[in-house]
């Protein structure tokens, strides 16, 4: 009985710890990642969020490109499904910037806005990427 109290107890601890981990690599505004990017005056604010399937399953590996006028920026989700995109130069209005994500096997569904832009370009914009298996 002993060595199993044991056991239980180390796996608990384990996944706690675990937990903790991931948590902090995918904390609100995608702090955990990127962190060390030098946020240029004339840039407006970033953009971060997961790709997801319909199910609500985060989906890894996925490319996810934000266009405006005349540009684009790529990047790929990570393994729990988060990405984190650099702002744009901020005369570009933060609500004509398009966010799609693809990947093989998949469909494009919609993104969704989680948050509003703000005045302040530091403050990141959440966005949620939707994709279907196909």
Not at 33 to 57: L, N
Request: aromatic residues 8%.
């Amino acid at each position: 009985m002993k060595a199993l109290g044991r056991c239980i107890g180390w796996r608990a601890i384990t996944a706690l710890g675990m937990a903790c981990i991931l948590s902090s690599a995918v904390w609100a505004g995608g702090s955990g990642f990127d962190d060390d990017h030098e946020h240029a005056e004339d840039e407006g604010p970033s953009y971060f969020g997961f790709v997801k399937d319909t199910r609500g399953a985060t989906v890894a590996d996925a490319k996810v490109s934000a266009t405006a006028t005349g540009a684009e920026v790529i990047t790929r989700s990570n393994i729990l499904g988060a990405y984190r995109l650099p702002g744009f130069r901020n005369h570009i209005d933060p609500t004509s910037i398009q966010i799609v994500c693809e990947k093989s096997g998949y469909k494009y569904v919609r993104t969704l806005r989680r948050s509003s832009p703000s005045s302040d370009p530091k403050t990141p914009i959440e966005m949620e990427c939707v994709l279907q298996r196909g």
